[in-house]
């Protein structure tokens, strides 16, 4: 068995993202795409630029030169966000590169391991292929790796990424038209609309916290500054173009409404869908860093957390006290994650969005979840995830699971409704909960079906609060007036002396008793039930008297012949 993290808290997020809708005209949208084609096409020559520079300090990226370059065909703030999206997409590309040679060198490493021993047989934990065809299938693969990953070597030793500005995925379906479901103008309309470049950063100090792309608070007016060659398409004084929709950001308004009144930074991106022919206006900025509290201190708190058990279609939760014990009915909150990806994230924010209603309906502090990532599944899922159908069918439901997306999306949920995320290693939660919790948790819960997925979620719950997972063993049963089971390390009184007050009976004390006791509100203590009265212990002696005489029945008179 492996060691157990311990656990640990989501830190809360650094920032806060808002999107409302641009109703722009016919005139509008023309400038915005004039503004956005023009830009884009320097910022990408700007990006092949970096590019060619390779892996170099921050003193030598030559940002200064490059960002000179681009006033003259834009303007300074202009050049400065172009510049500064090139190099964030530079590093973000090095950090993909990174992460799929680790991906690679372990698949590689996996499968060199598998072929090392001979088919059907298994040295120590590692097993050979079934047979000689996936054997030889297995080989080739690894080729293919081998050849993969010394392309990824290579582009990580010059320092030069591969990157398609528009999206890779896009692009590929440019030769599939017919499999993607566009047709050409459809696809060049998405290519179009995924080059454009409107994004102006943020800056303190001027006026609503942004220069270049202005929103009003007052009445919500969007202005932006154009490019230095389309100075003549403009509407209003020194160089600007006012646009004829209006913006509210209904979503944490009073936050965004905080920072433009006090003209603290905010950047804005205008966005256009063109499956559904709308522009939208994005604003983001950075948050306060907060310190959430630790594990530690929520149970010492004596607050409750809902605990939740993420899988592919739907959410287990089941809400803990601070002792670890369940209350309530185990939860079942459905999630949908068909269809496109818009839709799928919808889904996924009405879920979470429940689990946070819930959380606050029931007093929680915060929300437990697994720490999942799925690297395993997703990088040598191959050799350990089963074979054929069933397993590729298996390993494909486990790589659906978005859980990054999921932790990303309740941290902001959770933060914002003051909801505390606690991340617990996954580590035999669905075991050890479906062989210690399923069944007590059915007991108690007899008009509920419980799944071994709420068994899970409990076991989540209590290596969340510091408690272990398995149940202390002989605690009392649920109904404590049916059952015949008593809590271990309770001992009953010993005998007493005639005369003294006998303790009242306990609730959880089983009624083993019959018509030969001699007083019914003696309390029974833990050993055998006797057969008889003098071999109880405790049983009272009575002294012979005259009432304790034995009198002879009419059969005894009878049998020694006596009247």
């Known amino acids: 068995m492996r060691t157990i993290a311990p656990p640990f808290t989501v830190a809360a997020p650094t920032g806060a993202r808002i999107r409302d809708r641009l109703r722009v005209d016919g005139t509008d949208e023309q400038v915005l795409t004039l503004v956005g084609e023009h830009l884009g096409r320097h910022q990408r020559a700007d990006f092949a630029e970096r590019l060619a520079l390779g892996l170099v300090p921050v003193k030598g990226n030559r940002r200064a030169e490059r960002k000179k370059k681009l006033t003259v065909v834009s303007s300074s703030r202009w050049a400065g966000a172009m510049t500064r999206a090139s190099e964030d997409q530079y590093q973000l590309s090095l950090r993909c590169l990174y992460g799929e040679r680790v991906a690679l060198r372990r698949a590689v490493q996996a499968i060199t391991q598998r072929l090392a021993v001979p088919c059907g047989q298994r040295r120590g934990r590692v097993r050979g292929y079934a047979d000689q065809k996936e ?291 996954p580590a035999y939660t669905s075991r050890w909960g479906a062989a210690h919790w399923q069944q007590p948790l059915q007991q108690q819960n007899k008009q509920t079906t419980v799944t071994r997925h709420h068994a899970a979620a409990v076991a989540i719950g209590r290596r969340g609060l510091g408690h272990r997972i398995r149940r202390r063993s002989g605690v009392t049963a649920n109904d404590q007036r049916i059952v015949t089971r008593r809590a271990t390390g309770q001992t009953g009184p010993g005998p007493r002396p005639r005369g003294t007050t006998s303790p009242p009976r306990t609730t959880g004390t089983p009624h083993e008793g019959c018509r030969t006791r001699l007083n019914r509100d003696d309390q029974l203590v833990l050993f055998p039930v006797p057969k008889t009265v003098r071999g109880a212990p405790g049983a009272r002696c009575l002294t012979p008297g005259p009432d304790c005489i034995a009198r002879p029945t009419p059969v005894d008179n009878a049998r020694n012949g006596s009247d």
């Open 135 to 425: 054997r030889f299938q297995k080989q080739r693969r690894l080729q293919i790796l081998q050849r993969r990953l010394a392309v990824v070597e290579q582009r990580l030793a010059e320092g030069c990424p591969a990157v398609v500005v528009g999206g890779r995925r896009l692009l590929h379906a440019r030769h599939h038209l017919a499999e993607a479901g566009l047709s050409l103008a459809q696809w060049r309309k998405r290519w179009e609309a995924a080059r454009l470049f409107l994004t102006a950063d943020g800056e303190s100090g001027a006026p609503h916290g942004n220069y270049t792309i202005c929103v009003d608070p007052a009445d919500g007016s969007v202005t932006i500054v154009l490019p230095e060659p389309m100075r003549h398409l403009a509407n209003v004084p020194r160089g600007r173009y006012r646009l004829g929709s209006v913006v509210a950001f209904s979503h944490l308004r009073q936050e965004w409404l905080d920072r433009v009144t006090a003209n603290r930074a905010v950047r804005y991106d205008i966005v256009y869908d063109p499956a559904r022919a709308r522009w939208y206006l994005d604003a983001s900025w950075a948050t306060a860093t907060t310190v959430p509290p630790a594990p530690q201190e929520i149970r010492a708190a004596g607050a409750r957390l809902l605990a939740v058990d993420l899988n592919a279609d739907h959410l287990a939760a089941c809400v803990l006290d601070p002792h670890g014990n369940p209350v309530g009915r185990p939860v079942t909150v459905p999630m949908d994650l068909t269809g496109p990806a818009s839709m799928r994230d919808g889904h996924l924010r009405a879920a979470i969005t429940a689990l946070a209603s819930l959380a606050e309906e029931h007093g929680c502090a915060g929300i437990v979840i697994e720490n999942l990532g799925f690297t395993d599944a997703r990088t040598t899922g191959r050799e350990t995830m089963g074979r054929g159908r069933r397993g590729k069918r298996f390993r494909r439901t486990v790589a659906g699971i978005p859980t990054a997306r999921f932790r990303e999306r309740l941290r902001g949920i959770a933060y914002h409704r003051g909801l505390v995320v606690i991340s617990v290693d």
